[in-house]
């Protein structure tokens, strides 16, 4: 997967699928309770396409998409979210909204 990221903004070629992406949240010491949530949705308050739960190991997740989740992200724009959530409680948004873009493979 051809992952990019420019600031918040996620991109990625379209098709591409299996590689993993470091995400890693500064600042926070995570515990075995802890869980990130990707949200991708297909615009600001929107439907959701796509929910990823992960938990931190040393303050990072490796974001993967599987072929089937890539199937779901045709050429085009979309957002995602990233939330903390302790012991099955939300704690906060580390990324309210940012861009996800699936560009043409071409």
């Not at 070629?13 to 949240?25: F, K, Q, R, S, Y």
């Not at 974001?63 to 779901?72: F, S």
């Not at 992200?73 to 939300?90: E, I, K, M, N, R």
């Amino acid at each position: 997967m051809a992952w990019t990221v420019k600031n918040t903004t996620l991109s990625m070629a379209e098709g591409d699928w299996g590689v993993e992406l470091p995400i890693t949240v500064d600042e926070v010491t995570f515990t075995e309770h802890d869980l990130l949530r990707f949200t991708f949705k297909d615009q600001n308050n929107g439907s959701t396409i796509l929910t990823k739960e992960y938990t931190p190991v040393e303050n990072t997740v490796n974001l993967t998409l599987t072929e089937a989740e890539t199937a779901l992200f045709p050429v085009g724009q979309y957002v995602y979210s990233l939330d903390w959530y302790q012991a099955g409680a939300f704690l906060c948004n580390v990324i309210p909204t940012a861009a996800f873009k699936v560009v043409d493979k071409a």
